[in-house]
């Protein structure tokens, strides 16, 4: 099946003022077309594996489907209300298309990291990435982005496993793995269309046991106090996931840790760039997600002259406290979280305190509390003591940009729920429900008719599904 379609045909009907669907399209198969096209929840091909080990990555083509049909849009001087300056008001709802371009373009970024990583236990390279760092970008069908890596950058564990524990298969003790890679725009032409030289930072999500069980250490611990603004400051101090903040800051005997990693190589590249207009954009999807988000709070604490840092978060989950929220606000590190609703990823781990100094209804570019999820006003004081003494109470940060994929999916005899569980985390559809988003006023038919607008208009571009 061929189709073609492009991103911006609804950009300016803020109102989604359209036309109703032809009489022989009904609402169902509207919805049909919808599922198929922008949100493959794919109930018959997925299961839980693909969440535990997202190895289809491997072995798909090129990586530039979500953009095909749309033209690279020249930012100039709006690269920063792109980058999240003005906190992205009036670009998310409905989503401005140079915005989605630029979210689906970096997804992209994360989507190679996953692709080069060696998901195979039996590979002696388990763990690894799987191409050299000249070839990386290439083999993930991003060659034509006008980036180069510059570092590759790996995750350690700090977990003691029991001695029991020797006897098990080696991949399953593996506690320094390849998270992600750092990669500079090099490209003129591209530097002149984006009007800046970018610098990117993208992570993978949990791909290994270790990773696995860091995740699990949900409760809250205090971040070393690096910064003298910190040091004496009365009130909260910030905290994060225990298990993030190990996985960030944990060194192998042959290798340092990846916040060191990072540190070194922002300081290489703010020395040989820093004279000229620059951004710092740090994405990921999951404990990717969580680690761009520490990442980049670390970076601003320590490089008093860091350009503008952006976190483009891709179904990420919880990472700290209030106390952690302020301090990156503080420091005007800028947040977009992009969140599948039928997600449960994003919905943990802990709880959040309801802040009544949001008053923001909308639902989509919501502000950083304003999501009902696990908020526990209504329980009891004594359980929220309870929660509030076991470290668990956690802040929503940045910027939300909610969607959904929907349940009409549970309406299928195929329906299965844990398979779903995990397609609604993956990352390809968090991209294809960005490539398919309008707006939280738009009904499904305005998303159904663009795609069958774009199809019947733009056949000399096709699109295969």
């Given at each position: 099946m061929k189709l073609s379609f492009k991103t911006n045909s609804l950009h300016h009907h803020p109102h989604c003022t359209l036309q109703p669907l032809p009489k022989n399209i009904t609402c169902v198969?509207?919805?049909?077309?919808?599922?198929?096209?922008?949100?493959?929840?794919?109930?018959t091909e997925t299961s839980w594996e693909g969440l535990l080990n997202p190895a289809k990555y491997k072995n798909q083509p090129g990586l530039t489907r979500h953009l095909t049909g749309s033209q690279p849009v020249r930012l100039g001087k709006k690269w920063m209300e792109y980058q999240g300056i003005k906190n992205w008001d009036g670009l998310l709802d409905p989503l401005d298309d140079n915005l989605r371009g630029e979210i689906l373009r970096y997804g992209e970024f994360v989507e190679a990291a996953y692709k080069s990583f060696d998901f195979d236990p039996a590979s002696p390279s388990y763990a690894t990435c799987r191409y050299p760092k000249g070839a990386l970008l290439g083999q993930c069908g991003l060659e034509g982005r006008g980036y180069r890596i510059t570092r590759n950058l790996r995750a350690t564990s700090s977990i003691r496993l029991p001695r029991w524990t020797d006897k098990a298969p080696n991949w399953m003790a593996t506690k320094s793995s390849w998270i992600g890679y750092v990669a500079v725009c090099q490209d003129k032409e591209e530097i002149a269309?984006?009007?800046?030289?970018d610098l990117v930072i993208a992570y993978r999500g949990t791909a290994t046991?270790?990773?696995?069980?860091?995740?699990?250490?949900?409760?809250?611990?205090?971040?070393?106090?690096?910064?003298?603004?910190?040091v004496g400051c009365v009130g909260p101090s910030p905290m994060v996931e225990t298990g993030f903040l190990s996985l960030y800051t944990s060194r192998a005997s042959t290798s340092p840790s990846l916040q060191e990693m990072v540190r070194a190589e922002i300081s290489r590249l703010l020395q040989s760039y820093g004279d000229e207009p620059l951004s710092l954009t740090i994405t990921g999807h999951s404990l990717g997600a969580a680690l761009a988000t520490l990442t980049a709070y670390d970076i601003k604490t320590n490089f008093k002259c860091?350009?503008?840092?952006?976190?483009?978060s891709f179904g990420g989950p919880r990472v700290g406290n209030r106390a952690f929220r302020a301090q990156l606000e503080k420091q005007g590190t800028k947040v977009l979280r992009i969140v599948n609703a039928d997600d449960v990823v994003t919905k943990m781990p802990g709880f959040v305190l309801d802040d009544q100094t949001d008053n923001n209804n909308s639902?989509?570019?919501?502000?950083?509390?304003?999501?009902?999820?696990?908020?526990?006003?209504?329980?009891?004081?004594?359980?929220?003591?309870?929660?509030?003494?076991?470290?668990?109470?956690?802040?929503?940060?940045?910027?939300?940009?909610?969607?959904?994929?929907?349940?009409?999916?549970m309406e299928s005899p195929s329906f299965n729920p844990v398979m779903n569980m995990a397609a609604c985390h993956e990352l390809s559809t968090y991209l294809d429900l960005v490539n398919g988003f309008v707006g939280s006023s738009c009904p499904i038919q305005a998303t159904a008719k663009r795609v069958l607008s774009n199809a019947r208009h733009h056949q000399h571009k096709p699109y295969r599904i």
């Open positions: 198969q509207a919805e049909r077309v919808k599922l198929k096209t922008t949100t493959p929840l794919r109930t269309r984006l009007g800046r030289r046991c270790m990773e696995w069980l860091e995740n699990l250490r949900a409760t809250l611990t205090h971040i070393p106090d690096e910064d003298a603004e910190l860091a350009p503008l840092v952006t976190v483009m639902p989509t570019g919501r502000n950083c509390s304003d999501r009902p999820d696990n908020h526990f006003s209504g329980l009891s004081k004594w359980v929220q003591n309870r929660i509030m003494d076991a470290q668990l109470v956690y802040a929503e940060v940045g910027k939300e940009l909610r969607l959904s994929s929907g349940s009409s999916h």
